[in-house]
């Protein structure tokens, strides 16, 4: 469980310079396979279907992202 959260602590859960294309209402955007030996692959999804993978990542309120800088 700690190797799959440390890919997430402190990042956000996608930067600009992934997202390669929009149009038509697709997005496409590059990612990692951890799986498959760390191979850069593209996968397109619909507008919707990203925004609502985003705000997955989106903390409730009053909830805060933990700093390794605090510890």
């Given at each position: 469980?700690?190797?799959?959260?440390?890919?997430?602590?402190?990042?956000?859960?996608?930067?600009?310079?992934?997202?390669?294309?929009?149009?038509?209402?697709?997005?496409?955007?590059?990612?990692?396979?951890?799986?498959?030996?760390?191979?850069?692959?593209?996968?397109?999804?619909?507008?919707?279907?990203?925004?609502?993978r985003f705000?997955m990542h989106?903390?409730?309120?009053?909830?805060?992202?933990?700093?390794?800088m605090e510890?």
């Amino acid at each position: 469980m700690l190797e799959y959260l440390g890919r997430y602590f402190h990042r956000v859960a996608i930067s600009n310079h992934r997202i390669v294309n929009l149009e038509n209402g697709y997005v496409t955007f590059k990612w990692r396979d951890y799986k498959d030996h760390n191979k850069e692959k593209f996968m397109t999804l619909t507008v919707a279907e990203l925004m609502r993978r985003f705000f997955m990542h989106v903390l409730p309120r009053k909830f805060v992202k933990l700093d390794t800088m605090e510890y």
